[in-house]
Antibody, heavy 121, light 113 residues
Framework: EVQLVESGGGLEQPGGSLRLSCAAS????????MSWVRQAPGKGLEWVST????????YYADSVKGRFTISRDNSKNTLYLQMNSLGAEDTAVYYC??????????????WGQGALVTVSS | DIVMTQSPDSLAVSLGERATIKCKSS????????????LAWYQQRPGQPPKLLIY???TRESGVPDRFSGSGSGTDFTLTISSLQAEDVAVYYC?????????FGQGTKLEIK
């Protein structure tokens, strides 16, 4: 059974940093691209970032480019999102999502339960 | 960037009746080399993560009931629930995966009348 479990969320002050993790199980992690998608409270879904299975390609939404870094450790079956220079607009539930191939397709067949990030002073 | 626009924003349908949600993309998501529409539909029940329902605009994901169907091509797409069940109460999102930045519609909230 595919499982994606996010951790690392919490309350952070504006300008601060957080690192989210997503522990994956139930599939061969290195064979799939992975993504982060966020959802602000009461709002819709926003794609944030994607990384290929082999870790050689990364993609970012303009809203986070230069502030967020996606990475993965295939030996630990874990996806990461390093978030720097956080602002109130980054407050959201962050979902880890599995793609369907090793190279990004952008279609997400499994999602984690999400990690809440709140940016407030 | 491709902008996805759904209609309506909310919808109330009686149990057993048909529900129809529209999605329009600001540019075509039909890839000419393989004749596939890079369009997916997701269901998000209250308090839950999204769930993939439909991909390639009309292919049901494994395990999705056949009352869910998708249609359309190019820039105009439709999600139809043929006979609404109580468990279908959710927000539905269309998403294009034709190119980054991947983008979602604003969502359509489906309720029971």
């Amino acid at each position: 059974e595919v499982q994606l479990v996010e951790s690392g969320g919490g309350l952070e002050q504006p300008g601060g940093s957080l690192r989210l993790s997503c522990a994956a199980s139930g599939f061969t992690f290195s064979n799939y691209a992975m993504s982060w998608v966020r959802q602000a409270p009461g709002k819709g879904l926003e794609w944030v970032s994607t990384i290929s299975g082999s870790d050689d390609s990364t993609y970012y939404a303009d809203s986070v480019k230069g502030r967020f870094t996606i990475s993965r450790d295939n030996s630990k079956n874990t996806l990461y999102l390093q978030m720097n220079s956080l602002g109130a607009e980054d407050t959201a539930v962050y979902y880890c999502a599995k793609d369907i191939l090793i190279t990004p397709v952008g279609r997400f067949d499994y999602w984690g339960q999400g990690a809440l990030v709140t940016v407030s002073s | 960037d491709i902008v996805m626009t759904q209609s309506p924003d909310s919808l109330a349908v009686s149990l057993g009746e048909r529900a129809t949600i529209k999605c329009k993309s600001s540019q075509s998501v039909l890839y000419s080399s393989n004749n596939k529409n890079y369009l997916a539909w997701y269901q998000q029940r209250p308090g839950q993560p999204p769930k993939l329902l439909i991909y390639w605009a009309s292919t049901r994901e494994s395990g999705v009931p056949d009352r869910f169907s998708g249609s359309g091509s190019g820039t105009d797409f439709t999600l139809t629930i043929s006979s609404l069940q109580a468990e279908d109460v959710a927000v539905y999102y269309c998403q294009q995966y034709y190119t980054t930045p991947y983008s979602f519609g604003q969502g359509t909230k489906l309720e029971i009348k």
